[in-house]
């Protein structure tokens, strides 16, 4: 599986940001997908999940009512949008997706396999 990100790009803190991912290799609508965020110094991690047929999702107490993660299975992408960004947002940002196809622990940090490269979001105070 092949993921690749891009939306990332520098924002002033209130602003609002959206992060694209396009999957390919295999079938997009059987493997629920998420993005996690690492910024220096930190470790990773997940802060929205979806499942396999976006109904439904899970955020990170950090992003709860600031984010919202949704899925396009005809287009084999899963966006991120970011509004209301802090300071503190400002990291490298990864999608993700499960090895297994229906997973279950999508919305556990461990729940994921597979990585794309990041894309760089940095929130100016």
């Known amino acids: 599986v092949q993921l690749q990100a891009s939306g990332g790009g520098l924002v002033q803190a209130g602003g609002s940001l959206r992060l694209s991912c396009a999957a390919s290799?295999?079938?997009?609508?059987?493997?629920?997908m998420g993005w996690f965020r690492q910024a220096p110094g930190k470790e990773r991690e997940l802060v929205a999940g979806i499942n396999w047929n976006g109904a439904s999702t899970y955020y990170s107490d950090s992003v709860k009512g600031r984010f919202t993660i949704v899925r396009d299975n005809a287009k084999n992408t899963v966006y991120l949008q970011m509004n209301s960004l802090k300071p503190e947002d400002t990291a490298v940002y990864y999608c993700?997706?499960?090895?297994?196809?229906?997973?279950?622990?999508?919305?556990?940090?461990?729940?994921?396999?597979?990585w794309g490269q990041g894309t760089l979001v940095t929130v100016s105070s």
């Open positions: 993700a997706t499960t090895h297994n196809a229906y997973g279950r622990n999508w919305s556990k940090s461990w729940g994921y396999d597979y």
């Open positions: 290799g295999r079938t997009f609508n059987m493997y629920a």
